[in-house]
């Protein structure tokens, strides 16, 4: 079992920055994919970026350009740079980080991300 908690969300002014961490209480360089995802009020879940065991990165179209995945197997943490926030990226977002052919497929409980216009 692998526990994730998220920190790094909060309140911040739309053009302004965030960096959201997820840290792991186990070894996360067994897990092949890892990924960032958020939901705001009445949407469903979007994947917002991810990253896999090689390094190898996918972002939605939405956030291309201004946020950066990246993992740290050392620290057993994934992390999201936010830049550029808008008032749409706006959610509450989640670390999910898996390896399906092991059985691993763990969520973090969310951080809460608001920017404001």
């Known amino acids: 079992q692998v526990q994730l908690v998220e920190s790094g969300g909060g309140l911040v002014q739309a053009g302004g920055s965030l960096r959201l961490s997820c840290v792991a209480s186990?070894?996360?360089?067994?897990?092949?994919?890892v990924g960032w995802y958020r939901q705001a009020p009445g949407k469903q879940r979007e994947l917002v970026a991810s990253?896999?065991?090689?390094?190898?990165?996918n972002y939605a179209d939405s956030v291309k350009g201004r946020f950066t995945i990246s993992r740290d197997n050392a620290k057993n943490t994934v992390y999201l740079q936010m830049f550029s926030l808008k008032p749409e990226d706006t959610a509450v977002y989640y670390c999910?980080?898996?390896?399906?052919?092991?059985?691993?497929?763990?969520w973090g409980q969310g951080t809460q991300v608001t920017v404001s216009s």
């Open positions: 990253i896999t065991s090689v390094f190898r990165t």
């Open positions: 999910n980080i898996r390896n399906l052919a092991l059985g691993h497929d763990y």
């Open positions: 186990r070894s996360i360089f067994s897990m092949n994919y």
